[in-house]
């Protein structure tokens, strides 16, 4: 997880020195994004949180709404295919991992304000799997997760922008309803103690990608200050 906070700190830096900033007008476009995660809840006796990288990006469509027509103060909601996993790991000799992918339908309003952004995505499950057994969707939670992220312009004229964005999330809420007893590893991996829902799994992430944002609207020309004699 340092590597990639790292890998992700460097990536920043490098784009935001070409960056060209500009007031942002009404637009909306696609967008993709790659995503590792955790969980970030202390696991039971017998197992082990581990850090887990998507086998998909994610991809949908946001779209921008300024609040200003002179600074770049403005909501972005967006609407896409969005992808988590995490790993569990046997605490004992043998260290076996298992990977847990979870796929939702994300709907995620955020605030935007000079470049950072601050929201939430609301999940609903769609399918999800462990080492390539289906978990039914009806034993998961409409999850709710904080964000915060932070997007940089790379290219931009008069038709959009494509923005780079580096973006972390935390589920408030858990990932399974009735946590004990729909744990989708209590026969491939069981716990040395008793499982409670204080050990149901939230997911932390940490996510890298791209957007085109295509204006609807035409973008104000600079004024130019009259010459004063």
């Known amino acids: 997880m ?6 992700s700190l460097i990536f ?10 500009q007031t942002k007008v009404f ?16 696991t039971p006796l017998g197992r082990k949180n581990g850090l887990s990288f998507n086998n998909i990006p994610d991809f949908g469509v946001c779209s921008y709404f300024p609040l200003s027509k002179n600074e ?8 896409s295919y969005s992808s988590y996993s995490y790993m569990m ?6 260290k076996t991992e298992y990977k847990l992918s979870h796929n939702y339908l994300s ?4 605030f935007y304000f000079n470049n950072f952004l601050l929201g939430f995505s609301y999940l609903v499950p769609l399918n999800s799997e462990v080492e390539g057994s289906d978990i039914k969707t009806k034993i998961q939670n409409n999850a709710l997760e904080l964000k915060i992220g932070y997007e940089f312009p790379i290219y931009v004229d008069n038709s959009g922008e494509l923005n780079g964005f580096v973006s972390g999330g935390y589920f408030l809420s858990g990932v399974y309803n ?4 729909n744990d989708p590893l209590k026969s491939l991996l069981p716990a040395d103690e008793k499982v409670t829902n204080i050990h149901n799994p939230r997911i932390a992430s940490i996510q890298i990608g791209f957007n085109f944002m295509f204006n609807l609207i035409e973008k104000p020309k600079p004024e130019i200050p009259e010459d004063i004699y």
Do not use: Q, W
């Open 2 to 7: 340092k590597k990639l906070l790292l890998t």
């Open 12 to 21: 920043i830096l490098i784009i935001n020195g070409i960056k060209a900033e």
């Open 27 to 42: 637009s909306i476009g696609p967008y993709l994004g790659y995503k590792a995660g955790v969980s970030a809840i202390n």
């Open 72 to 79: 770049n103060i403005g909501f972005k909601f967006d609407i």
């Open 89 to 94: 790991i046997s605490a004992h000799k043998d």
């Open 107 to 110: 709907f995620a309003p955020n």
């Open 178 to 181: 009735n946590f004990p007893k």
